[in-house]
Nanobody, 117 residues
């Protein structure tokens, strides 16, 4: 299971922090990250962190968002700074597990981020 928290309403230029904790069958998680889906758009990857510490970001958030992962606690946070109206979306926590039959994606419930004045 993935439990996400954070989100809310923030003015342009402001900051928010999203947090996600994994529980249950977590030993085979190889990556955790955040996706988002804006109204009328497809879900897109925002940022991800692998078990070895590698990170990746969507071009639209590079330099503004920072993903951090705690492997001991199985948590992943997303610090979002300099938020823009176009960052408005429902954000989803994701964990990817490696199983005997292939990769399995776990999803948390979405949390709404609204950037508006």
């Amino acid at each position: 299971q993935l439990q996400a928290s954070g989100g809310g309403l923030v003015q342009p230029g402001g900051s928010l922090r999203l947090s996600c904790a994994a529980s249950g069958n977590i030993f085979s998680i190889i990556a955790m990250g955040w996706y988002r889906q804006a109204p009328g758009k497809q879900r897109e990857l925002v940022a991800a962190s692998t078990r070895d510490g590698s990170t990746g970001y969507a071009d639209s958030v590079k330099g503004r968002f920072t993903i951090s992962r705690d492997n001991t606690k199985n948590t992943v946070d997303l610090q979002m700074n300099s938020l823009k109206p176009e960052d408005t979306a429902v954000y989803y926590c994701n964990a990817r597990r490696a199983t005997a039959t292939g990769l399995v994606d776990l999803w948390g419930h979405g949390t709404l981020v609204t950037v508006s004045s």
